[in-house]
């Protein structure tokens, strides 16, 4: 078992939590993450790209000019692709981007995500928002104290120091939620700089692309029961 950092909500340690061996120790192909992800990018394509051809330009339908005696070229149309405002060769037309990518290949993916997170000490376990309601600066003050505390913000910012209520110059973290708790989703929305995540309903490309996963003891339980077994 692999021990995780845990924080509670004013980014102080408070012990640690523990990620199965299955995960902790697994090697990871990153092929498999590029396959994973590029997948979804394509599937979220949505393909509708059009330009016109000679024969779809509006207009055009009278020759130019004779076909002899002018002294210039020959055109039997002002919507050729030569001319200014002519239809377009070989251009896009709308297509399906869909790449067909397995569940249980795309499960796997996401697992390997994870234990790369792992492996790269760059997931930091908390305890939950519990707001009774919505609040965004709530939000804003703990994750902030956390991602400080775990040092997620600190990779090529030596020299530049972060102000504490600001979002400038923030890198972009993940917070992975249990389905319970996604709403305090609300709190978070605002903030720039934070994704929130659905341990049920994980995004390949947000767990990715990121600085560092802040996940809740439910949510970790959630994954590690769900992965280990995929894995």
Do not use: C
Request: glycine share 6%.
């Amino acid at each position: 078992m692999a021990a995780i950092k845990t924080y509670t909500n004013s980014g102080s340690a408070s012990g640690t939590a523990t990620v199965s061996d299955k995960i902790a120790n697994l090697k990871v192909n990153k092929h498999l993450i590029w396959e994973v992800v590029k997948a979804e990018q394509a599937n979220a394509r949505q393909g509708t790209h059009k330009t016109k051809t000679k024969a779809e330009v509006s207009g055009g339908g009278k020759k130019p000019w004779k076909q002899k005696g002018t002294g210039n070229a020959r055109q039997g149309s002002i919507r050729s692709p030569q001319w200014r405002h002519g239809g377009i060769v070989f251009g896009p037309l709308p297509r399906s981007y869909t790449d067909n990518i397995s569940r249980q290949k795309k499960q796997v993916g996401v697992a390997h995500i994870l234990a790369l997170k792992v492996q790269s000490n760059k997931i930091a376990v908390y305890d939950g928002l519990h707001l009774e309601k919505p609040s965004s600066k709530t939000a804003f003050q703990t994750l902030a104290k956390i991602t400080e505390a775990a040092q997620f913000q600190t990779e090529g910012r030596a020299k530049k120091k972060l102000r504490a209520s600001s979002n400038d110059a923030r890198h972009s973290i993940a917070v992975i939620m249990a389905a319970a708790e996604f709403k305090d989703t609300k709190s978070m929305r605002n903030i720039p700089w934070v994704k929130p995540l659905n341990a049920s309903r994980l995004a390949a490309t947000s767990l990715y692309y990121n600085e560092g996963l802040i996940i809740s003891k439910a949510a970790l339980a959630e994954l590690d029961s769900k992965f280990s077994a995929v894995l």
